[in-house]
Structure formats: structure tokens, C-alpha cells
């Protein structure tokens, strides 16, 4: 399942490190946190979604404690 998300994200750089630790996270298919857009996309398994999301919130705080995700 792919959904997009807003993504309060304060500079290019936090958003590639949350990009990469989402990528991380075991059951993403792919993951975009664009700075430009403030938008977050995440791809990944139907079954896990909502607990894959939770970890992609949790990740994305841990770089920029700050971040709001409008789920």
C-alpha cells in the first residue's frame, strides 16, 4: 500500500535522514520525504501498514524531534 502523508520537515537534510532511517525500517517497499513539498510517501506491506507507519513516525522524530506527520 502507498499513501502520502504531510510532513513538517525543517531543512533537505533532516529529510534525507529520515528517508533513509524509514528505508530502513523491515517491511518498506520505498519511502520519499520531500523537503520541497513537506510530503512524506511511504510504500509498504499491506498487512504491517499501520505498525510500519508508527515506526516511520518514531523514526522520523528521533532525527528531528520536532517533525509533525499529519496521519
Known amino acids: 500500500m502507498k499513501k502520502s502523508f504531510k510532513c513538517e520537515v525543517d531543512c533537505a537534510n533532516c529529510a534525507a535522514k529520515m ?14 520525504v520531500n523537503f520541497m513539498t513537506q510530503k512524506l510517501t511511504l510504500d509498504a506491506d499491506d498487512d504491517r501498514y499501520d505498525e510500519i ?16 506527520i499529519e496521519i
Open 19 to 32: 528517508e533513509d532511517a524509514i528505508n530502513k525500517i523491515d517491511g518498506v517497499k520505498s519511502a520519499r
Open 53 to 68: 507507519l508508527d515506526a516511520a513516525v518514531k523514526a522520523c522524530k528521533k532525527v528531528e524531534p520536532d517533525c509533525e
